[in-house]
Nanobody, 119 residues
Framework: QVQVVESGGGLVQPGGSLTLSCAASGSIFSIRTMGWYRQFPGKQRELVAQITGGASTNYADSVKGRFTISTDNAKNTMYLQMNTLKPEDTAVYYC?????????????WGQGTQVTVSS
């Protein structure tokens, strides 16, 4: 069994910063990819940033230059440093991990954390 848990969401003013964390635990043999997604009300979940092999990164155009994804491989933890936040970044942010749990590769999601950018 693998668990993925996000933390760090909250309310921040426009132009401010926030750091999200995602910790994966349980039967983890290997992690292929970790990523952050977000979902706006009434919309489908969309990719924000992704990191593969702990090094190769990919960002949505809307967050390039403002958000930075990173991992602590020893702790199976991923971070999303969000700077210069805008009201349009307000969404529920989800952590995703593609993990080999000893039986095969599976996709795991966290429960989501709310980020609200408002004055």
């Amino acid at each position: 069994q693998v668990q993925v848990v996000e933390s760090g969401g909250g309310l921040v003013q426009p132009g401010g910063s926030l750091t999200l964390s995602c910790a994966a635990s349980g039967s983890i043999f290997s992690i292929r990819t970790m990523g952050w997604y977000r979902q706006f009300p009434g919309k489908q979940r969309e990719l924000v940033a992704q990191i593969t092999g702990g090094a190769s990164t990919n960002y949505a155009d809307s967050v390039k230059g403002r958000f930075t994804i990173s991992t602590d491989n020893a702790k199976n933890t991923m971070y999303l440093q969000m700077n210069t936040l805008k009201p349009e970044d307000t969404a529920v942010y989800y952590c995703n991990a593609v993990v080999h749990n000893g039986l095969g590769w599976s996709n795991y999601w966290g429960q989501g954390t709310q980020v609200t950018v408002s004055s």
